[in-house]
Structure formats: C-alpha cells, structure tokens
C-alpha cells in the first residue's frame, strides 16, 4: 500500500488554539475546524513559514469495511483514484489505504491549492471509470501483491497473517491486500456502490496546513466542496473484540527466508482507553530501537537475535480505531530458536511487570516519542495529513496537541499495569517463519480466517 469515538463537532463549529505557544517545550499547532452544511470536516492549520501547503483528504473506511467477498477492494479502490491524479508546480501526491481509514495528500506551492482542491473535489463527486481503468488498476494491485508479499522473504506475515491468526472478526482478521480471486471479481457496480456510500463529503476530512488562514481555508473548502450533497454511509458492524484467553500459534517455512523468524502479536487497548497511551510507551520501551529492552537483551545481550523490532501494525499507536495489535518482529540465529526468543521476551516483560522502569529510562523513552511526534508535524505535508486522521478516527483535530501531555503523563506504575494486562502469554499470537528447504514449497499460508470475518 502506497506508503467509539468522541462526540463529533457540532455543524458549523469553528475551533481555534492560538499558534505555537505552550506551557514549557510543548509546541502547540494551530487547530481550527469547521464543519460544511454537507457534514464535510475542514481543519485548517496556518503556518506561514514558507509559501507551501499540504492538503490531506481522508475517508473513513479502509480494509476493515471492504464488502466481505471483495477482500483488498478498499486498497483497489484507493488505486482506482488515485489514477490521473495530476502534480504540477513543483508538488508531490500520493495515497495510502490502511484498516480505518484511507487518506489522499499532496504537497505544492500555495499557488497551486486550488487545484488541488478542485482536483479532491472533483474525486470526492464523480465517478469516471471503465473496465479498461478497472483491469489497469487490478494488475497494478496484484503486481504491488506480487512485488511486496508473494516475492520478499517473509512476505508480510509480521502484519498480514498475524492478524489472519489473532483475531476472530472477518473486519479485522482479512488479508486487506486482497487474494487474487477476490481482485478479479471486483466490477463496476462494486466500484460505483463504494464511491457512492464511502466517498461523500460527510465521510471525509479535508486538512489544510501552512499558507493559508483559516478563513480562506474554509471559504476554499465552501468553494469547492459545499456543493457536493451529502450520502447515506451504511451504519459500519461490531467489530470488537475483547483480548485473547489462549495462545494462538503456527509454524511457517519460507522458501524465500534466509534466516528463521518469529512474529509475535499482542492485543492492544482499544482507542480512547487510559492504556492507550502507557502502551504506546511500553512498546517504545521494549522495541523502539537500538536502546530498546528487547534489542538490548535478545540481539547484544543474548546474541540470539539478529535483529528486533516492533510496531503497531500499519498504524501509529494513536492512529487506529478499531482492534490492533502490537507486533514485535524479530530474526533469530538458526542455532536459537522462537522459543529461546520468547522466553527472553517474557523476562523483559516480568521485570517491567515487577519494578516498572527507573526513572531516567522513561525519560529517555518520553524524549525519543516527543522528539519522533513533533518532527513528523514539522513537514507540512504531515502534517494535514496527521490532523486530518486524528480528526477522523477522534472525532477531534485538537488531539495533535494532547498526545505529547498524555505521553508524558505516563508513570512507571502505568508501565507495570499495561504490562501484566496486554504482554500475557494467553493474549499472544506467535508464528515461527522458518527457511524451506531446498527444493521445498513455497511459505506455507497462515490458518484460514473464521468464516464470517475479514478485514
């Protein structure tokens, strides 16, 4: 892929933090929000440091949502487009589809926002497709499967069939890539109904950042987009799920694989939970790097490990709306193996359980998040985009400013207790990805989804 919530805003709503000034270091961005007639959500952010915007238009449906015969159609559609999308003026653009949502950004001179904008609008309207542009786009999304999966070694089992195995809800536990079938049988009529229920204004956020006030902004956006009519958006299923109460693991080969590998998936806390963030600093604390406790244990410590990392799925821990998990990813030495690796895992996990963390390594990990969250806002282009999520998926832009107050806000108590909920042996999913031998099948796939669920 081209790499509930909190209340809504009231129609009409203008929100406004005044610009960069905050207690102590914090940097607070400018937010200001405004809702169209139409139910379109406009966050402007004005930044007058250079004479550039980045825009952001993100829709609130991604992979978890795909009509449940159609796997990978969100992506496909995402494809589908962004064919014909024009960059002139020195821009850039690009789109990603990920589980909640999937967002459409580009970057110019301020002199090009127009365009852009009548270009976002012009996608968000109409539809002009065929089948030619449908077969285009399929064999463009099935090279990209081939490419980035079918042809790497461990072909994306860290993100894809984790999830196949963790969960139990078809929205979440899908390949959103898409198996080849389901690809081929996308029509255009399939096309038409999720243009027509997914891509209205009132499902979508449009985030402006730097040249532009808000009131030309908003008075651009009304431009543009107020006249586009509002649609229907179908009421989207249950899919939550409560934690794991059994270890779910598989063994894999990989004739790809040069070395043995493990994945490793815990269930983390949903969205708005007072563990979301104590999370997203125990798993910076245990894989975020070099000084991280895993990388320090398993790969200079133990020397099991060639390598660990870790992450939240395709996601950032604040970026997610529905189930995710907190994946570690790790290459062993073929004279180790996932079990040695597990075990050194659950030490790391008891001690933090048991004494939590010295004050001066919680510092370290706060400064590491603080420092990575502020300097993906410095890009413009980020930016929108980040406001334009966060609104999306929290019902509210203004969260870019609280995650730096909720980061630090973490405690070494907060560590221990996420720890003992979330890091358990029951709430894990593990695959042991290991080199075929010669001569040997292709990677064995993960076990097949419940029926009834996908993402």
Do not use: C
Not at 141 to 170: H, T
Not at 330 to 356: H, R, T, W
Not at 422 to 442: Q, S
């Amino acid at each position: 892929m081209r790499m509930r919530h909190l209340p809504a805003l009231l129609a009409g709503l203008t929100l406004s933090l005044s610009a960069a000034a905050a207690t102590g270091d914090q940097w607070t961005l400018p937010v200001n929000v405004k809702k169209l007639d139409n139910g379109l959500t406009v966050v402007v952010s004005e930044d007058h440091s250079s004479p550039t915007v980045g825009v952001s238009v993100v829709y609130h449906v991604g992979m978890r949502l795909e009509p449940r015969n159609r796997t990978g159609f969100a992506h496909l559609f995402e494809h589908l487009m962004f064919q014909g999308a024009i960059t002139g003026g020195g821009g850039r653009n690009n789109g990603s589809t990920r589980p909640d949502f999937t967002n459409y950004i580009e970057t110019a001179p301020v002199s090009s926002l127009e365009p852009i904008l009548w270009l976002e609008a012009d996608r968000m309207k109409t539809l002009d497709f065929n089948p030619a542009t449908l077969k285009n786009q399929q064999d463009v999304v099935k090279e990209e499967i081939r490419v980035n999966v079918k042809n790497q070694p461990y072909g994306g089992f860290y993100w894809i069939d984790i999830s196949q195995l963790a969960f139990q809800k078809w929205e979440n536990n899908h390949d959103g890539y898409g198996s080849f079938a389901d690809l081929e049988g996308a029509s255009l009529d399939d096309v038409r109904a999720f243009h027509r229920d997914y891509y209205g204004p009132n499902n979508a956020v449009l985030a402006i950042a730097g040249d532009v006030s808000p009131a030309q902004g908003f008075a651009l956006a009304q431009k543009y987009f107020g006249a586009i009519k509002a649609r229907p958006t179908p009421q989207p299923t249950d899919f939550a799920e409560g934690l794991n109460t059994q270890e779910k693991r598989i063994e894999q080969s990989d004739a790809l694989a040069q070395v043995p590998a493990v994945a490793v998936g815990w269930k983390v806390p949903k969205q708005g939970s007072p563990d979301q963030a104590p999370m997203a600093v125990l798993a910076e604390l245990l894989s975020g790097g070099d000084a991280s406790l895993f990388y320090q244990n398993l790969v200079k410590g133990r020397e099991i490990a060639l390598n660990v990392q870790g992450g939240f799925g395709l996601t950032g821990p604040f970026e997610y709306g529905g189930p995710t998990l907190f994946t570690v990813f790790g290459l062993y030495k073929p004279d180790s193996s996932a079990d040695a690796m597990l075990a050194a895992m659950d030490e790391q996990i008891a001690k933090v359980v048991k004494d939590g963390a010295d004050a001066a390594t919680i510092k370290r990990v706060k400064t590491r998040m603080l420092a990575d969250w502020n300097n993906n806002l410095e890009n413009i282009l980020s930016r929108a985009d980040t406001l334009a999520k966060l609104q999306t998926l929290w019902g509210d832009a203004a969260v870019v400013n609280k995650v730096p107050g909720w980061i630090e806000g973490v405690t070494s108590a907060d560590l221990q207790r996420v720890a003992a909920t979330y890091l358990t042996p029951a709430n894990r999913t593990v695959i042991d990805r290991k080199p075929a031998a010669k001569g040997a099948a292709p990677a064995s796939p993960a076990a097949p989804a419940p029926t009834g669920d996908k993402k």
